[in-house]
């Protein structure tokens, strides 16, 4: 008898981290998903367009990232900073912005080289980089 009872603690012991892995699979973790989901040229430059996700459950106040831009050679070209603004919980944001002076075609990829800003509940938070998903609907590579 104690020998059944023992087995049966053993193995509740054993199954219990994987009713928690079980558990936690089934709840998506939080996202702030960055696409850059266009490039345009105009008169100005290129106009790179993003598709913004907030679905990390806090609204973020205020998010700046700090941007790399490459050419089509991969020679770093500018340091530049995109204010993404007000990202509210469960909600998309477009966001534009123009690299002057250039063409689309010799912009090749960006990189998001920090998170300069990010305020949640007025106070600086690591969720803007910790929950950070990047994707490129365009030939231009998003990365980090």
Not at 61 to 75: P, Q
Not at 103 to 119: E, S
């Amino acid at each position: 008898m104690l020998f059944r009872r023992f087995a049966f603690a053993a193995l509740l012991a054993t199954a219990t981290p994987a009713v928690a892995l079980a558990q936690s699979a089934d709840q998506p973790s939080p996202d702030l998903s960055v696409e850059l989901n266009t490039v345009e040229d105009i008169d100005r430059g290129c106009l790179l367009t993003f598709l913004v996700s907030n679905k990390t459950e806090v609204t973020i106040e205020d998010v700046i990232f700090e941007i790399v831009v490459f050419d089509a050679l991969g020679s770093v070209q500018k340091l530049v900073t995109y204010n993404m603004g007000e990202l509210p919980v469960d909600r998309h944001r477009v966001r534009q912005f123009v690299q002057p002076d250039t063409t689309c075609d010799n912009v090749g990829r960006l990189l998001i080289n920090d998170t300069g800003t990010c305020l949640v509940d007025g106070a600086e938070s690591e969720i803007c980089s910790d929950a950070l998903s990047l994707s490129s609907r365009v030939d231009v590579e998003l990365f980090r």
